[in-house]
């Protein structure tokens, strides 16, 4: 069992910043991987940014240059570090975890499907 449970969502203009934390308890050797997605209403759930056992990560082109995903050394806590907030940013953030079976040294270009566990959400708010 590996609960996630997220916090750091609020309101925000755009052009400000936000960072999202994400901590894992349970059996928090069942995954190796952890990630964030995001859902605004009437759109499909999205990566967003994944972050993997070899320290490398992915990150949708939506929000290159602009989100930053980080893991603390135990790897049981993920971050996502949000600057330059836009309007589209607006949705319900999750944070998801993962046992991903990768070849060595390969890093996703895309964000990887089938993540097992998940938290319950937070939200965040880019409007003026």
């Known amino acids: 069992q590996v609960q996630l449970a997220e916090s750091g969502g609020g309101s925000v203009q755009p052009g400000g910043s936000l960072k999202l934390t994400c901590v894992a308890s349970g059996d928090t050797h069942s995954f190796n991987s952890m990630a964030w997605f995001r859902q605004a209403p009437g759109k499909q759930r999205e990566g967003v940014a994944a972050i993997y056992s070899s320290g490398t990560a992915t990150y949708a082109d939506s929000v290159k240059g602009r989100f930053t995903i980080s893991q603390n050394n135990a790897k049981n806590t993920v971050f996502l570090h949000m600057d330059n907030l836009k309007v589209e940013d607006t949705a319900v953030y999750y944070c998801?975890?993962?046992?991903?079976?990768?070849?060595?040294?390969?890093?996703?270009?895309?964000?990887?499907?089938?993540?097992?566990?998940w938290g319950q959400g937070t939200q965040v708010t880019v409007s003026s």
């Open positions: 998801a975890a993962a046992a991903l079976q990768l070849p060595p040294g390969a890093t996703p270009i895309r964000i990887p499907p089938n993540w097992p566990y």
